[in-house]
């Protein structure tokens, strides 16, 4: 079964399982870095929000056999764990005086993103580009986000300028930053591989790694953008920092011993760019240099 008879048989059974009065559409999705998707859209009446299930992801999991109705239920579970059971007022969304509170920013890479890049508001940043989204609600099963356009800015009758300097004052307070060593980051994910006894400053002192994110490790990276956190975190350590961005949802910082360790750095960040992330994961294959005298972040070249 070739991917578009996939697409057919999928939709067509969910039509079937929902019947008539539920809405079964097929969007193309632009994601990170240029990356485009099918994304299957159930709406009802209940409801004006819904989730969009990826169903290139279904193929690829199940390239061997395709067992239609197990897919088929599997995405109706999701549709019902994610969707909203109430209409959602989104008139707020015209209102920018409300809106404000929920703006937020992230970071992406700028040559990888400059089709989606022409159609919303950014703030170019080394070779990344900062851009904005509207923060609705986060829960256990993700968060809601709007992307802003270009089109939101005329509406609202605001510059790129005052949209930017309100997502710095809103992004760190609506996602607080979360800094730990890579000791404690593996002992959660991996706590049966970290003896009870190693003691985090022990581990840390001989790897003095760093893992820089968000609250809700959702485009983590911009975490770097916030006031004034690395400087705290280059003054706590006493060092320099070197900032490996090996996602968008997530940095990882090391006291800069020797500004010259980055060209060792450097292809471990191109490794995992490409075996270990999805393709619209990946942030950037540079190297970032923060400097305690100029307070400046810059590319290690």
Not at 200 to 207: D, L
Not at 215 to 244: H, R, T, V, W
Request: hydrophobic share 40%; net charge negative; with cysteine.
């Amino acid at each position: 079964m070739n991917y578009e008879q996939f697409k057919s048989a999928v939709i067509t059974r969910i039509e079937q399982l929902l019947g008539p009065e539920i809405s079964v559409q097929l969007h193309t999705i632009h994601k990170n870095n240029g990356i485009k998707l099918d994304g299957l859209v159930i709406t009802d009446k209940a409801s004006n929000l819904s989730p969009t299930i990826f169903l290139d992801y279904y193929y690829e999991k199940q390239a061997v056999s395709f067992d239609i109705e197990a897919i088929c239920r599997d995405i109706l579970l999701t549709y019902e764990k994610k969707r909203a059971k109430e209409p959602v007022n989104i008139d707020f969304f015209t209102d920018y005086t409300i809106l404000r509170s929920h703006i937020c920013y992230r970071v992406i890479n700028y040559e990888k993103n400059k089709e989606l890049l022409e159609t919303v508001p950014y703030v170019r940043y080394l070779d990344l580009a900062i851009v904005f989204y509207c923060l609705l609600n986060i829960s256990e099963t993700g968060s809601a986000t709007i992307l802003i356009h270009t089109n939101h800015l005329k509406l609202w009758n605001i510059t790129v300028e005052q949209l930017y300097e309100q997502a710095c004052r809103t992004t760190p307070n609506l996602l607080p930053y979360d800094f730990r060593n890579m000791t404690s980051v593996l002992a959660e994910l991996l706590p049966s591989m970290i003896p009870a006894d190693s003691g985090t400053h022990k581990v840390s002192t001989f790897c003095p790694m760093y893992v820089l994110t968000n609250a809700s490790k959702i485009y983590g990276a911009c975490c770097m953008l916030y006031p004034g956190l690395l400087e705290s975190i280059s003054e706590k350590l006493n060092y320099d920092l070197l900032i490996l961005p090996v996602s968008i949802h997530e940095i990882i910082l090391l006291p800069a011993v020797t500004r010259g360790y980055y060209k060792e750095l450097a292809p471990l960040v191109s490794e995992i760019n490409q075996t270990e992330l999805a393709a619209d994961e990946v942030l950037s294959n540079h190297v970032y240099y923060y400097s305690r005298a100029s307070q400046s972040l810059s590319i290690c070249e």
